[in-house]
């Protein structure tokens, strides 16, 4: 089990108070490297997640003005980078990535509550220069209501951060889910925001369980008024269906199937460091990592040979193991995904350029898949059709501008891409028509605190980060003031 100050109690966390289920059920956590068992967390359902949204519900009428809104998210971001090993440990234990990446997510998230706190006055009133039928009018941003934040497993302090420093920027209290297979992170954050702030009881509420009952409830509650949900594309589309009756808007970051395009005129060596950068982090586990790799026929045979060298390098195992780049996959579901990938590209005529079928896995944990690399892949293969999520790179060839347009809008989803050229006319002329909100321009960088960030098509909409991402929890209320005084006079 688990050991960490930042973890006295491993429950839930509603209106101020720590607490189990009813029924006393609980679910376990356990190490993806190893299988060992980090603690039993209370499996909430309906009911319990009922009594946090009227928490929150209860926090709303008296919003806290803008200066104790800063000075939280100031608090948050100072008590994540004080704390940041131990939360990365706590964060590499459930995960499974390595320690210096799993801290490198905590400043992440810390980066998004600095962020809003520099930038709250954006939510200030504001009034209309224009004096339209003779009224002054005053553009309020109002909180939207009790807000529900719905995170996944594979960043679990990263995705949280984006969205509850937007829902307290806002004012608008929240009731925060978590995956059940890495909640532990977000539970030391609560602990953290429950020791050293004062906020007002219900306006952070953590409720742990399954997805299935927590999120059905959260979706039908009517007093709920924005659910912001990171997660697949398949439970996107349920959620913007169960949504209708009550108008909930969403906010959805949803799958990915990005393209990472390299032209022969690139700095190939760059555009590898970038590639290992961005394809390896969370070993592959990350919507935005390149999924498909497009690369000019005169330079895929070099290219190829470099991805591969410096893939090989890499060293996989236990997060927390001095000298480990990849740590295991999630579970042996992810594991086989990865598999099926790899072994389906081979017999359509893919070609091995690194590793081999590492064959199945027998339990749920230890999923330790070596970097590998492939060269030859098409349009027909599974891993260009669907999201590997894992440490597979597929190399395709192009020929031209055209080509590798097309090849690259190819999917039905858009949320990241990349684009490696040594000529800037050749990236002013295709960014513009690559279909994907963040293009990376010789870059594998993905998302930051202080840019919008977001999907289109079947990746989702709404925005996370910059000044967008601030606006995702309020309602503008328009009032337009009379003078009778001037009529009068």
């Not at 590499?92 to 799993?102: D, N």
């Not at 009517?222 to 808007?249: H, M, N, P, W, Y």
């Not at 394809?279 to 586990?285: A, I, L, P, T, V």
């Not at 780049?325 to 005529?349: N, S, T």
């Amino acid at each position: 089990m688990i050991d960490s100050p930042l973890l006295p109690e491993p429950r839930a966390y509603i209106a101020g108070d720590w607490v189990d289920a009813d029924d006393g059920t609980t679910f376990g956590v356990t190490n993806p490297a190893n299988g060992e068992l980090l603690a039993n967390l209370p499996a909430l359902g309906p009911q319990e997640t009922g009594r946090a949204v009227a928490a929150a519900q209860a926090a709303l009428p008296s919003p806290p003005d803008l200066a104790t809104r800063r000075r939280w998210l100031q608090a948050i971001d100072t008590a994540l980078r004080d704390n940041q090993a131990e939360l990365g440990r706590i964060l590499t234990l459930e995960h499974g990535k390595p320690h210096a990446e799993a801290q490198g997510e905590v400043r992440y998230a810390a980066g998004f509550f600095a962020y809003a706190a520099e930038h709250l006055d954006v939510l200030q009133p504001r009034i209309l220069a224009e004096q339209p039928r003779d009224c002054t009018w005053t553009v309020y941003p109002r909180p939207a209501g009790a807000v529900a934040l719905v995170t996944p497993w594979n960043f679990p302090i990263g995705m949280l951060a984006k969205k509850l420093s937007a829902s307290l920027a806002a004012g608008a209290p929240a009731v925060a889910k978590p995956s059940s297979k890495t909640p532990l992170t977000m539970l030391a954050l609560l602990t953290l925001l429950d020791r050293e702030l004062d906020l007002p009881a219900g306006m952070v509420n953590l409720v742990t369980g399954a997805a299935e009952p927590i999120g059905d409830a959260l979706l039908t509650d009517r007093r709920i008024r924005v659910l912001s949900f990171t997660g697949s594309t398949a439970v996107g589309q349920e959620l913007i269906r169960g949504s209708a009756e009550d108008c909930k808007r969403l906010t959805l970051e949803l799958g990915g199937n990005a393209p990472l395009i390299v032209f022969a005129d690139a700095d190939l060596d760059w555009a590898a460091d970038q590639l290992i950068a961005n394809k390896f982090r969370g070993s592959g586990q990350t919507c935005v990592c390149a999924n498909r790799i497009l690369v000019e026929e005169p330079a895929m045979d070099a290219f190829a040979e470099k991805v591969a060298e410096r893939a090989g390098r890499l060293q996989v195992g236990d997060g927390m193991a001095e000298g480990v780049d990849l740590g295991p996959l999630i579970d042996r579901r992810g594991y086989d995904k990865v598999r099926r990938h790899y072994l389906d590209a081979v017999e359509q005529g893919a070609t091995p350029v690194l590793g081999e079928d590492p064959g199945p896995l027998e339990q749920d944990y230890g999923a330790f898949f070596p970097p590998t690399v492939v060269r030859g892949v098409g349009p027909e293969m599974a891993c260009w059709q669907e999201e590997t999520f894992g440490p597979l790179v597929p190399l395709a060839p192009f020929r031209g501008e055209a080509e590798a347009l097309e090849m690259a809008n190819d999917a039905e989803l858009g949320l990241a891409a990349y684009l490696f050229t040594g000529d800037d006319a050749r990236a002013e002329r295709l960014i513009p028509h690559l279909a994907f909100p963040h293009v990376g321009w010789n870059t594998g960088s993905g998302p930051t605190p202080e840019a919008p960030f977001g999907g289109t098509k079947r990746s989702g909409y709404g925005r996370e980060g910059g000044l967008e991402g601030l606006l995702e929890f309020v309602e503008t209320q328009t009032v337009p003031r009379g003078h009778p005084e001037r009529a009068r006079g």
